[in-house]
């Protein structure tokens, strides 16, 4: 398995304020898979996306990724395995105002030895020709490819997307899982994500439901229907 999580336990909080968000959570997701993770609000789901994104400690378990332990990883170990192996893509793109969609990819292209072509990226995702503007000037899809093609850059081992067409209109949301679909395709990249949105389940090949911090489901797809032909979105 490309990422095994192994009875991971998270909670936040003390005495009357303590709640328990994962309670002893398993699974393993095999490389070059997209996967998704749903639940209800509260179930877990974006707190598992951030422990296996090193942004949450947890309390006990293990979270390997490509055969590497992350649990207790500190400081520039830390910062290495996000830099390296993570690639992050969120539901508010968090872009950089000042800068331009080409400069915004650029922060993170410097990050790594092994990036992939900026020509060839910009032109997959269909920001060629936006390049040059700002974030202000962009449509909340162009932005979110922005953010995409920002992860992107990087190479990474593993994109973990929260919610990544939660605040995009339903044709742009399909335009966006296209792209995810192609870039998995094309790149072989290792997708977790995490999404309200029942329809996405159909296109991935991996799907987890958490409820009440625990695996309630976790399953294969026997067969996928292309991002392009959901409904509902």
Request: hydrophobic share 35%.
């Amino acid at each position: 398995m490309f990422v095994e999580v192994s009875n991971i336990r998270k909670s936040y909080g003390e005495g009357g304020s303590y709640v328990q968000v994962l309670k002893g959570v398993s699974v393993g997701v095999e490389k070059g898979d997209m996967c998704v993770i749903q639940g209800t609000s509260g179930s877990g789901k974006s707190t598992l996306l951030n422990c296996i994104g090193g942004l949450d400690e947890v309390d006990a378990g293990s979270i390997k990724i490509d055969g590497e332990e992350i649990v207790g990883l500190k400081g520039e170990k830390l910062s290495d395995y996000r830099r390296d192996a993570l690639g992050f893509i969120f539901q508010f793109y968090n872009l950089v105002p000042n800068l331009t969609v080409r400069e915004n990819i650029q922060v993170c292209e410097y990050l790594t030895k092994d990036a992939l072509n900026m020509e060839e990226l910009l032109d997959v995702l269909g920001l060629t020709e936006h390049q040059n503007k700002f974030p202000s000037q962009l449509s909340g899809g162009q932005q979110q490819r922005c953010a995409i093609a920002r992860a992107l850059i990087k190479n990474p081992k593993l994109l973990l997307c929260d919610e990544p067409t939660g605040a995009l209109d339903s044709k742009t949301s399909r335009d966006i899982l296209v792209l995810m679909e192609r870039i998995n395709k094309e790149y072989g990249t290792t997708m977790l994500i995490v999404t309200h949105n029942n329809s996405i389940k159909n296109m991935v090949d991996h799907v987890i439901y958490l409820k009440d911090g625990e695996i309630s489901k976790n399953y294969r797809n026997e067969v996928k229907i292309p991002a392009r032909e959901l409904e509902d979105l």
